[in-house]
């Protein structure tokens, strides 16, 4: 089957094993305890019926999923900033700048010490290319759809495997950021780290099995326009998908710049569309009729299908070939962001350090949705100032790390600059964010614990 129809059928797929996912999130305690979402449980129920394990699904299915993240990241990065009201530096930096300046030592963090064991240790014993290294923090923090959208990137610079490695990265990091967060958190309301939960408050059942009860429910969006004359869904992503083509017409002239960025990948570039769209509907004076809500439900729409498609799709005779590597590529990667959060976090944040650690590394192991569900944990009613510090932090933080500028380009510059000197440069971004947060007055060397 090929076409639009053949792509119809893949996304429709797509859709049935998402659902089946949050079937069994409800049914396997398991499942909830450790909250993993349904597009990873989707997502390897696909795997399992691959060519790499039980072959029953036809080819153009996968050949249709392995293209879905690439797209479907544009829209996750463009409706990042859309319907958000931006401050100004200040405020930004007063109330945000404590959480830019962990991100950005987590962040570079994680290509020093990726860069670090690749060119030490996986280099001379199994032969991996230097920007082998990149996969943590793309993975990781960028996540499947950024890996996806990184393919050309790795094939342009001689390693056509390394998107592929990165979607597993980016499950690996999940994986963790669910688990790893929960049992710390677990840890955390037992040793009285957390501010809003106790052991007898615990966390709610309704997260657990993910479906909400009516009492608990909520609106999950607003119309600003009438339906009458335009859904507000189709509204706000044709808004999204002006956004997209201005990142296009942005990449056109990124390309043009030099032919080492003539694979430069659009997600990144999207992003900036979505902050010039947003800016311009302040100007012209439009920006109320946007609703943040419903970006969100596009956002987190994209966000669902793509990491079903990316799972589904992962080259598994490409992981084992590079099991070893990749797994202690992992180790460390895990390992870092665990020193962030029971370490740096109470010695970088002045206060509710919990909250706001376990917030940052859940959004460092597995982007930034992972992140709001274990604040959620910590703080189901937004107590705390962290989703404000946090979301302040993003607007400073997206644009290079965790998808943005320094992503995209990272595996270029370590092809075009050498992993040394790669290394050299994220150590040199992990120095100037903790001094600037001993400056600041946030950091210190005693724990706040």
């Avoid at 590394?361 to 910590?378: C, D, I, K, P, S």
Wanted: one cysteine or more; charged letters at 10%; a neutral charge.
């Amino acid at each position: 089957m090929e076409g639009l129809t053949g792509v119809f059928f893949s996304v429709s797929l797509i859709a049935l094993f998402l659902l089946a996912g949050q079937f069994l999130r409800v049914q396997v305690k398991l499942f909830q305890n450790i909250f993993l979402p349904a597009s990873i449980i989707g997502g390897f129920l696909a795997l399992a019926l691959g060519p790499f394990l039980l072959d029953l699904l036809p080819d153009f299915i996968y050949t249709t999923w392995n293209q879905i993240p690439g797209i479907l990241i544009n829209y996750v990065f463009a409706t990042l900033f859309l319907g958000v009201t931006i401050p100004g530096i200040k405020t930004l930096w007063t109330q945000g700048g404590s959480q830019l300046c962990l991100g950005a030592v987590a962040g570079a963090g994680q290509y020093f010490f990726g860069l670090l064991v690749t060119a030490l240790l996986l280099v001379p014993l199994f032969g991996v290319p230097p920007i082998f290294g990149t996969i943590l923090e793309i993975g990781f923090a960028g996540g499947h759809g950024t890996a996806a959208g990184m393919r050309q990137v790795f094939i342009d610079h001689g390693f056509p495997a390394g998107a592929d490695l990165a979607q597993m990265s980016a499950t690996v990091g999940i994986l963790m950021a669910v688990v790893g967060g929960v049992f710390y958190i677990n840890i955390a309301i037992r040793r009285g780290y957390c501010s809003q939960l106790d052991i007898k408050k615990g966390i709610a059942e309704y997260k657990k099995r993910g479906l909400i009860n009516e009492p608990d429910r909520f609106s999950s969006s607003t119309a600003t326009v009438a339906s009458e004359s335009i859904e507000p869904f189709a509204f706000h992503f044709a808004i999204a998908s002006v956004a997209i083509l201005i990142g296009w017409l942005l990449l056109l002239g990124v390309q043009n710049l030099h032919p080492a960025l003539e694979a430069f990948p659009l997600f990144p570039l999207a992003m900036i569309g979505g902050m010039l769209v947003q800016v311009a509907s302040i100007r012209l004076k439009i920006s109320r009729f946007f609703d943040r809500l419903t970006f969100e439900r596009i956002l987190g729409f994209s966000l669902d299908m793509l990491v079903v498609a990316a799972i589904a799709s992962i080259r598994l005779d490409l992981f084992l070939a590079n099991f070893w590597p990749f797994i202690i590529l992992m180790v460390v990667g895990v390992a870092w962001l665990f020193v962030c959060l029971i370490v740096l976090a109470p010695r970088m944040f002045p206060y509710n350090w919990l909250e706001r650690g376990v917030t940052e590394y859940g959004m460092q192991t597995g982007v930034t949705a992972m992140g709001l569900l274990l604040l959620r944990l910590v703080d189901p009613q937004y107590k705390t100032d962290t989703a404000q510090s946090f979301g302040f932090k993003q607007m400073l933080y997206e644009p290079f790390f965790g998808g943005g500028l320094i992503t995209a380009t990272a595996p270029i510059l370590v092809f075009n600059l050498g992993i040394w000197w790669s290394i050299i440069a994220a150590g040199l971004i992990i120095v100037f964010f903790m001094f600037l947060s001993w400056l600041n007055g946030w950091g210190q060397l005693k724990s706040r614990k």
